[in-house]
């Protein structure tokens, strides 16, 4: 089985890939630095100018949990003043090595690839991402890559498939390098015949903002503890490893209702934090739960338009990007200064009734449409100034959560251990990677994990919520309309 990279996952690929973060001077091991040792290599020459230098193995499965796979691979980091350098040896019968596909290809996926992300300065809030994909004959890929400008030199070879890299420092691509710096790194492999997706150090999914180890630029190799302690030390004191404070750091449940059943309703009084739709709810019930103690947010869509929205008349045609076609709304390109004038004006009409805050839906845009981005980013941060004391819920929108995390008070993980099939509507268990959050919430932020299931799965109802739970974040199960409560939810 091929590793899919879906319309989701496209954009994530060259937009999600965040640095991983820390608040523990110890939290780095060791064996998730590697060490780019001072060397020239001339690329397509003799593998021998490769010897001595630390190898590191590309073995971890980008399932989770994360396993050893069968087909070894290894890695190794070189530089001088001119390039980065990066070699790649990889376990494969000659025969079942895919290298078809052209410069060009839109799904280079299907062949196998060697992938690299970097970011180049792991200590920012939200550095840049840049990804890189080549296949075993040396063909690198330009489709939702950072560049080609580099060399390239691929070997297919009796057992194995080899890739030797030259990345030109102080380009338009990559800043020059020093023995000392140190960069964020994340490096796969894929075998489609054995459908293998390794990835080192520690596996998971590719696209993970938080599964990254890191490559120091050294004179010589050596022990590799003392540079983790160092990176360590360095995230805490950064932007990258800041407390973040969270306005519903007290809670221990929440819900998620669409319904109208005054019943339900007047049932969320049982959770700490509920989520509704705005015109599900009268201000008299959103008082009542006030009373009650229990917070309430309303819903508000940040990155499409829905298809009954009273808004669609001042949407300009220009500022639609594509369709939702599972649920009818408009992808909308959220750096248009008129889309985020409306955002403005619903999350104002909404404080004005009452609510605690907002929940931010649709970020997810931004995995489809990379310029949505800042737009989006944008609308989050003015909503903070706007609103200081207001909960900001945010969901998913992993490939922006870097950025927004110091301005919301919690992200939503939806379909974290289960969810529904649009295609074959059924709903079935699945294993969310955690690392996409994870060091967030250790950092203060708080996680909600939804997952969707029906009331006849009590089985699936009770892995969604152990699951989260192991992990530290709160749990709610509910249908995909999420007009249920449901009386099986542990």
């Not at 070699?87 to 280079?108: C, H, I, R, S, Y």
Request: charged fraction near 20%; hydrophobic fraction near 40%; glycine fraction near 8%.
């Amino acid at each position: 089985m091929k590793r899919q990279v879906s319309l989701f996952t496209l954009s994530v690929l060259t937009a999600s890939l965040a640095s991983a973060q820390t608040t523990s001077p110890d939290s780095v091991p060791a064996t998730s630095v590697a060490q780019a040792v001072h060397k020239t290599i001339t690329i397509g020459g003799d593998l021998k100018q490769w010897d001595g230098l630390p190898l590191y193995r590309v073995i971890q499965s980008n399932g989770v949990p994360s396993v050893p796979v069968k087909n070894s691979g290894y890695y190794s980091v070189a530089w001088d003043d001119q390039n980065l350098y990066v070699l790649g040896v990889f376990d494969q019968p000659k025969d079942t090595v895919l290298a078809k596909l052209g410069q060009d290809a839109g799904e280079w996926w299907n062949d196998d690839v060697l992938e690299l992300f970097m970011r180049t300065n792991p200590y920012a809030k939200a550095p840049a991402d840049l990804h890189f994909a080549i296949n075993p004959a040396g063909t690198r890929f330009k489709a939702y890559t950072a560049t080609t400008e580099y060399k390239s030199a691929g070997r297919i070879e009796e057992g194995r498939w080899v890739l030797e890299l030259a990345f030109p420092l102080n380009s338009a691509t990559l800043p020059g390098a020093k023995a000392g710096d140190v960069w964020a790194l994340k490096v796969g492999r894929e075998h489609q015949k054995a459908a293998e997706f390794p990835l080192w150090p520690i596996g998971g999914d590719f696209n993970s903002p938080n599964n990254y180890g890191y490559v120091a630029f050294v004179e010589q190799a050596g022990d590799a503890a003392p540079l983790a302690q160092t990176i360590s030390t360095a995230l805490g004191k950064s932007p990258a490893g800041a407390p973040l404070t969270s306005r519903v750091s007290d809670i221990g449940s929440y819900s998620v209702y669409y319904g109208k059943k005054a019943a339900d309703v007047e049932n969320l009084k049982n959770y700490d934090l509920a989520i509704v739709q705005p015109y599900t709810v009268t201000d008299a019930q959103i008082r009542a739960l006030h009373d009650n103690g229990t917070r309430v947010v309303s819903y508000l869509t940040i990155g499409e338009l829905d298809k009954n929205s009273p808004y669609a008349s001042r949407v300009k045609p220009e500022w639609i990007l594509g369709e939702n076609k599972n649920w009818g709304s408009k992808f909308i390109d959220a750096a248009q200064p008129g889309w985020q004038a409306i955002v403005a004006e619903q999350a104002a009409a909404l404080m004005k009734r009452g609510f605690d805050g907002v929940f931010l839906d649709t970020l997810d845009t931004a995995d489809l449409y990379p310029q949505s981005g800042p737009g989006l980013v944008k609308i989050v941060e003015n909503l903070r100034a706007t609103y200081p004391d207001a909960v900001l819920v945010q969901n998913r929108g992993f490939a922006l959560l870097n950025a927004t995390a110091p301005s919301i008070d919690a992200v939503m993980f939806e379909n974290f251990s289960s969810a529904y099939d649009f295609g074959k509507k059924t709903y079935g268990n699945v294993d969310g990677d955690p690392s996409f959050v994870d060091k967030l919430s250790k950092r203060g932020l708080v996680v909600l994990a939804l997952d969707y299931a029906q009331t006849t799965q009590p089985d699936v109802i009770t892995r969604d919520y152990q699951r989260a739970r192991s992990y530290h974040f709160i749990p709610f199960v509910s249908t995909i309309n999420l007009d249920e409560l449901l009386e099986v939810n542990p």
